[in-house]
């Protein structure tokens, strides 16, 4: 309500403070409509008249394909294509880095699950009947399934014509030969995780009247997405429109193509709409994985605890394509010795192809594995040491102004040893009274009554980690966002538009609470994320408050200085003197000059910017570069665990985090980030594993692959320190990988605190406790 | 999935007539398990007889002492009954440790007892298994057999049967009513599942088109002391690792009667009859447990991955064994 009899406002008079900014916790748009089940996901999409496609897929992780006969498949009744690797329209390859993957199978398959064939048919079940109507032979071949094998051993079947070496990369500091007066080796290896999101992969393909196509579906980048879709169906990257739908959880695993193309070419095909959702199942084939990874380390240090060198050398299983392969051995490599400031490393990694299940992205990529081997490598060195392993890993924390093995300086905080102090104050859990009758619900087994207490000890462990954050290597890394401000019914509303993927982790109400911010208004629109705005890049690698965050405070003061400029020439006062305030023009000199809406009338003021972040540079052959990560983060875990050592069975009690998060936009979704990674962490230190034998998914549904529920997971005591980084937006620090790289080394330190077991290979079972 | 027909039964000798008569029809409970399998490709069935509307949805105390439990109540239903509760506790708890709460508001006793292996082999259709396809080989044998049986195992196949419940019945000695095209039978249920020797193919004893109408569990006043332990790899929702089902008749510190039921370990539920010869008549020490769970897995023959099952089996059994004597003595 504007009234103009009023005389003009003091600035002390104004309710300055717009609710629901930067640094608040406003609620979630999506949250109720989440939690009460009415949100709409990608695999609830229809059109009128649509088609269902299916997928064919190998049975065989090595084969070559003899013929395929789809003719039985097309004669049958409500069938309206079979499309195999001969009706790809364009190029049929695609991938993330390495251009290496076909859209349908042409004369091999590398991998069990790979798509050889493409039916649309007028009910998802035809469409799988027909599937099993289409005659493939294979000639099947003896697939290679050891990655460190592959690295050495040429006389292997290549996966791919080049070689089964996707990277190699060698980090060299200091003297690789250097000696020390103790030191500790070890081998540890990591299974292959699954990002496990709810909602599988799904996308619905609209064929357009100008030959194009619109594609609505749920991925973590739309225009990566489009680049690939459209040299696949030889269209112009414009005929490709893409809109996002609601997104059930990524981690990583929409960041490759699924069934992306697919959708399309049978769109474009049958001129209907077709909708394409794989199952439970089929998405265990249908996305990528965790690398497993083994890993060979060597710790040398002084025996008053100073570390001298660290020597590693660490084989990825990439699986049948590259997709993030490269930047997991860069991230593995260059982040292999952890937070810690040594003089002397010498790290080798090789990330290889095989016939097993191709991996790629997943939250924490490439600094999960190492995490957990040069963590497990600092106990073992304080146990040798005879040293408190907090202790140890304060007294070589890295920090501002270290080197890392790369040679890049640290321009930004690096608190790893306050985290590690902060993180050992927080309160432990009361240990159980001396004789008294346990709860059982405390017990490892839980409600399900099966410990009684006998055989149960308790640990304690600690885990540190140092992630990076945003692209990497040299990758021109930016966002792109339009803000619109505009007069709606008397109020000022800004519409904030970009590519960028809400997949769970609160980027929606980020973007609103920076407009409120900048733009002093109350109300802030988020407009369908779709490709007729610039890239925005992946919601990976911790990046999208970063830089989506930092398009949109560009777009916005972008907008604001052109309101003042209006406001200024109207009223004639300087445009510096002019600043925004609680929905309102405030002038220095005059106070209150105008309400934001009526300045704008009805023009509405549009500007759209990007936000590239500090160049990188990539690593040379010695794995030196001046600048080859733009950020850090780092977060410490205390993890208490009670195991039972007669059954085998774990529980871990209290998982506690410290986590620097420069600033806090969304205080409570931070803490749901920290709690959320912990969990997945959780899971890959007990129970999640993806079973491959022989390159075949043994475990593909959640009855086999287990993940925590809510009776897994222990209250959290999470500690958020804010030491801004200069270079970053409002100073923001990536939040959302890192406690899902320390969490899981605290918990298995705490298994060997309690049990005396080695312990080195994760997730640990009770076979790794029993016997 | 295969097209197939789909026949609610209305009285038992129709929905007999109708499986019994056609090789391709089975009968469907709560569906949990077949319509899973029918999905994976590894069951095909032309006909799908529903006999949930029969009248097999009550427990009954017989005037005998017995309890009769209809085919068709659900998982959730019978782990409420108060009789079961207070008088068969094992079986309760079997039940509640099994599956999810909604898999328990679908799943029926007969389907529970019927549900099929869920090794990962006979699974994926794409795979050798013997089961599956007899004379293919078992691919479990040389491959991911964490979960495989340690007891009663064959060259042929090496699948564990995975019901909680069912172990639970092999421990109270229940009895199987059946209902056939040539008329009724009763299978003890420690006779219904088979071991897999040459035939991993056949699960179970029963004929096609045999129904199962109910079972009956004896009226063992001591089962009131009985208790089921599962060890799993997470707190809930997961198939047991190993299990125990086990009632103890505790006299003076003697164990006068006992019963024990070994689930996660073999082909069927598996009754520790070695165990519970050693215990009867014993006192109820540490040493005795040890004694008879060693006597019972002297004939265990471990695979690659499943050798913790032994002792893990070793010590869930004497927890149980401590636990119920405990119980019972003070
Ligand atoms: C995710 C998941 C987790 C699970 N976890 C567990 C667990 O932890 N522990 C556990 O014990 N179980 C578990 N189960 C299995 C579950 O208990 C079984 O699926 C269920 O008990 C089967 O009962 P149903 O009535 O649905 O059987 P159906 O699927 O209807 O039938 C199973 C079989 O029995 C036959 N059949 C059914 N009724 C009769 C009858 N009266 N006479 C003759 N034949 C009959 C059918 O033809 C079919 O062959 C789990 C299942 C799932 C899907
Ligand atoms: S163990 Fe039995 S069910 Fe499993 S693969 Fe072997 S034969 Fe088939």
């Known amino acids: 309500m504007s009234d103009t009899h009023a005389p003009a406002h003091r600035p002390q008079d104004l309710d300055d403070a717009i609710a629901g900014g930067v640094g608040e916790s406003p609620l979630r748009p999506d949250g109720t409509l989440k939690v009460r089940g009415d949100f709409a996901y990608s695999s609830d999409l229809w059109a009128e008249n649509m088609l269902w496609g299916a997928t064919l897929r190998s049975p065989h992780p090595s084969a070559r394909i003899r013929s395929v006969d789809i003719g039985p498949a097309l004669r049958s009744p409500g069938v309206h294509a079979v499309l195999t690797a001969e009706d790809v329209p364009g190029r049929n390859l695609y991938g993330l880095k390495d251009i290496d993957q076909p859209v349908l199978a042409e004369d091999v398959v590398r991998y069990r699950g790979e798509a050889v064939a493409l039916v649309a048919a007028d009910h998802p079940e035809t469409a799988r009947r027909a599937l099993d109507l289409i005659e493939v032979d294979y000639e099947v071949l003896e697939p290679v399934v050891d990655a460190e094998l592959a690295a050495h051993d040429d006389s292997l079947p290549k996966v791919h014509p080049g070689g089964n070496t996707v990277r190699y990369q060698p980090i060299v500091k200091g003297d690789p030969e250097v000696t020390a007066d103790v030191v500790v080796s070890g081998t540890y290896t990591v299974g292959m995780q699954d990002q496990a999101f709810l909602g599988p992969e799904s996308g619905l393909a609209i064929p357009a009247e100008d030959g194009g196509v619109d594609l609505y579906l749920a991925t973590q980048d739309l225009h990566t997405d489009r680049k690939q879709t459209a040299a696949a169906l030889d269209l112009d990257p414009e005929l490709v429109r893409m809109t996002m739908s609601g997104v059930g959880g990524a981690f990583g695993g929409r960041e490759d193509l699924s069934m992306q193309v697919h959708v399309c070419m049978l769109a474009l095909r049958t001129g209907r709409p077709v909708k394409i959702v794989y199952d439970r199942e089929e998405s265990f084939f249908g996305h990528v994985h965790r690398h497993p990874a083994k890993m060979y380390y060597e710790h040398g240090a002084t025996r008053d605890g100073d570390l001298v060198f660290v020597r590693a050398q660490l084989y990825f299983d990439g699986g049948a394509y590259a997709s993030k392969t490269p930047v997991v051995v860069g991230n593995g490599t260059t982040l292999g010795v952890g937070p810690y400031d040594v003089a002397n490393v010498s790290i080798q990694g090789w990330g290889m192809y095989t016939n097993n299940p191709p991996c790629g992205a997943m939250r924490g990529l490439g600094a999960v594995q190492p995490a957990f081997a040069y963590e497990s490598q600092m106990d073992r060195l304080a146990e040798a040491l005879d040293m408190d392993p907090v202790e140890l890993r304060i007294r070589n924390a890295i920090s501002r102004g270290d080197t890392t093995p790369t040679g890049q300086v640290l321009d930004y905080p690096a608190p790893v040893a306050e985290l590690l102090r902060r993180v050992r104050e927080l309160p432990l859990p009361e240990a159980p009274a001396a004789g008294a009758e346990p709860d059982i619900r405390d017990l490892p087994g839980g409600a399900s009554n099966t410990t009684h207490g006998e055989g149960v000890v308790r640990g304690v462990g600690y885990g540190v980690c140092i992630k990076n954050i945003c692209y990497a290597e040299g990758a021109d890394d930016f966002s792109t966002a339009r803000v619109r401000l505009q007069n709606v019914a008397g109020e000022p509303l800004a519409m904030v538009h970009t590519a960028a993927a809400e997949v769970g982790q609160g980027l929606v109400t980020v973007q609103q609470q920076i407009a409120r911010s900048e733009l002093e208004v109350e109300r802030v629109n988020i407009h369908p994320n779709d490709t007729s705005v610039g890239p925005a890049g992946s919601s990976s690698a911790s990046r999208q408050t970063y830089v989506t965050g930092g398009a949109v405070q560009a777009a916005c003061r972008a907008v604001r200085e052109r309101l003042l400029a209006i406001t200024a020439e109207r009223f004639g006062e300087p445009a510096a003197e002019l600043s925004l305030s609680g929905g309102k023009i405030v002038s220095r000199e005059s106070g209150v000059l105008a309400d934001i809406a009526e300045v704008l009338g009805s023009e509405a003021i549009e500007e759209t910017r990007e936000y590239h972040h500090r160049e990188t540079f990539p690593l040379d052959e010695r794995g030196r570069s001046e600048r080859a990560q733009v950020q850090h983060a780092f977060s410490a875990h205390r993890a208490v665990v009670d195991v039972d050592t007669e059954l085998g069975l774990i529980k871990v009690v209290q998982l506690d985090c410290s986590q620097d998060v420069g600033k806090a936009v969304n205080p409570e979704s931070v803490v749901g980030q920290i709690q959320g990674g912990s969990a997945q962490g959780l899971g890959l230190a007990v129970m999640e594993e993806i079973q491959v034998g022989e390159g075949k998914i043994r475990n593909p549904s959640f009855t086999d692959y287990l993940i925590p529920t809510i009776l897994d997971m222990p209250p959290m005591n999470v500690d958020v320190i804010e030491r801004g980084d200069p270079n970053a937006p409002y100073g923001v620090r990536g939040v959302g990988e890192p406690p899902t790289i320390s969490s899981t080394p605290a918990i298995v330190a705490a298994i060997r605190a309690a049990t005396g077991r080695d312990l080195t290979h994760v997730p640990v079972g009770p076979e790794h406790i029993i016997g | ?330």
């Open chain 2, 1 to 330: 999935m295969k097209p197939f027909d789909y026949q609610r039964a209305t009285d038992a000798d129709s929905a007999i007539s109708l499986v019994s008569g056609d090789p391709e029809a089975r009968y469907i409970g709560g569906g949990t398990n077949l319509v899973d399998h029918m999905k994976l490709g590894i069951a095909e069935p032309g006909k799908l007889v529903d006999i949930t509307r029969l009248p097999y949805d009550s427990v009954e105390s017989l005037p005998d002492g017995r309890v009769r439990i209809g085919a068709t109540v659900r998982n959730s239903d019978l782990a409420a009954e108060p009789v079961i509760r207070q008088r068969y506790p094992v079986l309760a708890q079997a039940l509640l440790s099994g599956a999810s709460g909604q898999l328990r508001n679908l799943a029926t006793t007969g389907g529970n007892l019927l549900q099929r292996t869920r090794c990962s082999y006979f699974q994926d259709v794409t795979t050798p298994c013997n089961k599956r396809e007899p004379g293919s080989g078992c691919s479990a044998l040389e491959g991911w057999n964490r979960h495989h049986a340690v007891l009663g195992a064959s060259e042929r196949c090496v699948a564990t049967h995975p019901s909680d419940m069912a172990v639970a019945l092999a421990a109270l000695d229940a009895d199987v009513l059946v209902e056939g095209p040539d008329g009724q039978r009763t299978v003890p249920v420690t006779e219904l599942h088979r071991l897999p020797g040459d035939e991993p193919e056949r699960d179970t004893v029963l004929r096609h088109g045999e129904l199962v109408t109910a079972v009956e569990l004896p009226s063992l006043p001591f089962a009131s002391r009985s208790r089921y332990r599962k060890v799993r790899d997470r707190a809930s929702f997961a198939f047991a690792l190993v299990s125990v089902a086990a009632a103890v008749e505790l006299v003076e510190g003697t164990i006068t009667d006992v019963r024990i039921a070994l689930g996660g370990l073999a082909h069927k539920p598996w009754r520790a009859t070695e165990a519970e010869r050693v215990l009867r008549g014993a006192p109820a020490t540490e040493e005795t447990f040890r004694a008879a769970a060693d006597a019972e897995l002297a004939a265990a023959r471990t695979l690659r991955d499943n050798e913790f099952k032994v002792p893990m089996t070793r010590n869930t059994l004497a927890s149980v064994l401590r636990e119920l004597t405990r119980q019972e003595g003070s």
